[in-house]
């Protein structure tokens, strides 16, 4: 009995494994992502991602905020800056790539809430966006201490 209630104790008193450090590891690719630097224009649809993402960490390693002014997409390279403009209403705005996606249906780009928000789609979901590259990222991963 008290044998049991030592390695209860015990056991209770250890650190969780998804705070061991040394355990995460970035996801590094064997392969280079399919880009073409040089087509600096791209139409195609864009859609938006909010509170379930909020607070988790994007491809790029940096903690997601849902009224940043930022965006995910397949292939350019992470921290590219680009001008997105909303085709239906014309307006547009520098956001910057930190996350991969989206995955589904022929989306083109996810942006964040906040960016959705500014460019006038909330209601809609989707919209037509033209997106232009104005800086080529890095496409490094942020490491947090």
């Known amino acids: 009995m008290i044998s049991s209630v030592v390695v209860i ?80 209403n014309g307006k547009s705005l520098i956001l910057r790539v930190n996350d991969r996606g989206p995955y589904i249906g022929n989306r083109i780009l996810d942006c964040s809430y906040g960016a959705a928000l500014k460019l006038d789609f909330i209601q809609s979901g989707t919209t037509e966006v033209k997106i232009e590259v104005i800086e080529w990222g890095d496409n490094k991963y942020m490491k947090h201490k």
């Open 9 to 88: 104790v015990f056991l209770s008193c250890s650190n969780s494994p998804r705070y061991n450090r040394n355990k995460i590891k970035p996801h590094i690719a064997k392969t280079k992502p399919k880009y073409n630097k040089k087509q600096k224009v791209i139409y195609g649809t864009s859609s938006y991602y909010g509170k379930d993402f909020h607070g988790k960490l994007t491809a790029n390693g940096e903690v997601y905020d849902m009224y940043g002014l930022t965006a995910a997409h397949k292939t350019l390279p992470l921290n590219t800056i680009i001008r997105v403009t909303n085709q239906s």
